[in-house]
């Protein structure tokens, strides 16, 4: 019996490490700029012989980025950034290619902080981050461990993070916002965010959107991304909002603007989007109308106060895959993914050529680290715009698109101050 279940549990193994290849594979085929980047960094091996430490949402798209550093020569210790939003078979065949892999899904607290531990333990000399978690560790538990040349930081969250650190002047190193580069924020968050919140959503409820009041709180690049696909789902899109340039535009675009406290009461679906915490709490629970659904698309599990519904709520329990139900007596509510990010943790994170796009920006910016990070000081840069516009070159390559140069004529009219008729 004993070596009946040790054949089961190898053949198991065998077929999620190969789950994770063809998953991989299938990422690779439609990576084409990042494919171009891994040709130019195995010939010219400019990580050869760096460590990088990271902390990512650890699946297919993430992997082949993996595969790329390590064409450049760098040696990688990789974990995951979220605990739910591991593809334990991606994880498994890293592992297996002798990748020094920590990630595993589901992670408790305890076991999350251990493996980000564990990368430091590595002695990276550049760190990559979705959240900032990892850097943030550094700062606050790990001061022992100073050989970091530099950061790079994936996500609007862990940028709001540590340009705070960079106020207060604790940062440690030069971080490049990798988030901030135009060919990251206007295609990852819109379109990436729009597609793959409405991914996990649908996948895990399978209603309809059409006809359904939808409010989305933050209006940012992320919202924005979520508003333009429920509309075209056909929902009526309702905004909530705290600045008021962002709300005018989310009117100018054709939604209803509210507060939440007003939207609380006539929405059937809520998203949450702010980088924010207590975005929908107990006061909003209380005005909701039964079954009403709720989801968040930002990083941290903090946007929906899961606490305050827990204390409102007579029972909890699971109704279908990643769905609690939230029996408040006279009401049901319904959380999606546990209020983590529903796009990860319901599917399979942002569109495949999309990460493409924001992942050649992270093995551009980990090489303008290694070349010039020792000389940088100690703030958040933006990705150089040299950089930035490489990448949108390399896209617009692989999609066998030609555009237009100026003339020296225009280049001469558009620099001169004189320019008229």
């Given at each position: ?47 050869d012989g760096i460590r990088i430490g990271m902390a990512l949402h650890v699946e297919a798209k993430t992997a082949v980025l993996v595969k790329t550093l390590i064409a450049g020569g760098a040696k990688v210790a990789i974990t995951g950034c979220n605990p739910l939003s591991t593809q ?116 895990s409820t399978n209603l309809i959107i059409a006809g359904k009041r939808v409010v989305i709180a933050g209006y940012g690049w992320c919202g924005k991304g979520i508003a333009m696909r429920a509309k075209g789902l056909g929902a009526r899109v309702i905004i909530t909002e705290v600045d ?16 939440m406290e007003e939207a609380s009461k006539i929405g059937d679906i809520f998203i949450t989007a702010t980088g924010n915490r207590d975005v929908i709490r107990k006061e909003h629970f209380l005005s909701m109308k039964d079954g009403a659904i709720l989801a968040n698309a930002g990083h ?122």
């Amino acid at each position: 019996m004993k070596d009946h279940k040790n054949h089961r549990s190898y053949n198991e193994r065998n077929e999620c490490i190969n789950s994770g290849k063809m998953k991989i594979k299938w990422a690779e085929r439609h990576m084409k700029v990042l494919e171009k980047i891994r040709e130019i960094f195995e010939n010219e091996k400019p990580l050869d012989g760096i460590r990088i430490g990271m902390a990512l949402h650890v699946e297919a798209k993430t992997a082949v980025l993996v595969k790329t550093l390590i064409a450049g020569g760098a040696k990688v210790a990789i974990t995951g950034c979220n605990p739910l939003s591991t593809q334990d078979d991606v994880a498994e065949f890293l592992k297996k290619e002798g990748i020094r892999c920590l990630a595993r899904r589901g992670m408790n607290r305890e076991e999350y902080y251990k493996a980000l531990n564990s990368v430091i333990d590595f002695e990276p000399d550049i760190i990559v981050d979705d959240g900032a978690d990892l850097i943030f560790l550094l700062h606050k538990e790990r001061k022992d461990y100073e050989n970091i040349i530099g950061a790079c930081e994936e996500t609007t969250t862990g940028v709001m993070r540590l340009r705070a650190m960079e106020r207060e002047g604790i940062l440690r190193f030069p971080v490049i916002a990798v988030n901030d580069a135009y060919t990251k924020f206007l295609f990852d968050n819109r379109y990436g965010t729009g597609q793959s919140t409405w991914d996990g959503i649908l996948r895990s409820t399978n209603l309809i959107i059409a006809g359904k009041r939808v409010v989305i709180a933050g209006y940012g690049w992320c919202g924005k991304g979520i508003a333009m696909r429920a509309k075209g789902l056909g929902a009526r899109v309702i905004i909530t909002e705290v600045d008021e340039i962002r709300a005018l535009e989310a009117i100018m675009d054709g939604f209803d603007v509210m507060s939440m406290e007003e939207a609380s009461k006539i929405g059937d679906i809520f998203i949450t989007a702010t980088g924010n915490r207590d975005v929908i709490r107990k006061e909003h629970f209380l005005s909701m109308k039964d079954g009403a659904i709720l989801a968040n698309a930002g990083h941290f599990n903090v946007e929906i106060n899961i606490k305050e519904l827990e204390d409102l709520a007579k029972s909890v329990k699971d109704v279908r895959e990643y769905i609690k139900e939230y029996d408040l007596g006279n009401k049901k509510l319904y959380l999606l993914a546990e209020g983590r990010l529903v796009n990860l943790v319901a599917g399979d994170g942002h569109p495949i050529e999309v990460m493409d796009m924001s992942f050649a920006n992270q093995a551009l910016a980990i090489r303008y680290l290694v070349e010039k990070g020792r000389d940088l000081e100690k703030k958040v840069y933006r990705m150089p715009d040299k950089l930035d516009r490489y990448v949108a070159k390399l896209k617009l390559e692989t999609l066998g698109v030609r555009i237009d140069k100026l003339t020296e004529k225009q280049l001469k009219y558009i620099s001169d101050w004189r320019f008229g008729t």
